[in-house]
């Protein structure tokens, strides 16, 4: 599976960005996906995550209630819709795919086999 992540940019504070990443290569309907973010000098974070039919999602606390991940399995498409962003959201955003036929989300780096080079987000105060 390869992905490609678009959408990054620069905002303001409380402003909204729509990320994406396009999947291809293999059956994107068969891949639990996800959303990682890595700040500078930091570890990489989980962010979101969708099981392989959207009907299962989970979220880090410090995105809760302002970001959704969602995706469309004919298009090969994920999302991630980022309402009021804040200044501590700023970094390298990446999408990760693992295959697995359970309605599952991983929170962990290692969960997950295929990655993205990032889109990167920035937040002006």
């Known amino acids: 599976l390869q992905v490609v992540e678009s959408g990054g940019g620069l905002v303001q504070a409380g402003g909204s960005l729509r990320l994406s990443c396009a999947a291809s290569g293999r059956t994107f309907g068969h891949y639990a996906m996800a959303w990682f973010r890595r700040a500078p000098g930091k570890e990489r974070d989980f962010v979101a995550g969708i099981s392989w039919s959207g009907e299962t999602t989970d979220y880090a606390d410090s995105v809760k209630g302002r970001f959704t991940v969602s995706r469309e399995n004919a298009q090969n498409k994920l999302y991630l819709q980022m309402n009021s962003l804040k200044p501590e959201d700023p970094a390298l955003y990446c999408c990760?795919?693992?295959?697995?036929?359970?309605?599952?989300?991983?929170?962990?780096?290692?969960?997950?086999?295929?990655w993205g080079q990032g889109t990167q987000v920035t937040v002006s105060s």
């Open positions: 990760a795919g693992i295959e697995v036929g359970l309605e599952l989300v991983g929170k962990f780096t290692n969960s997950y086999e295929y």
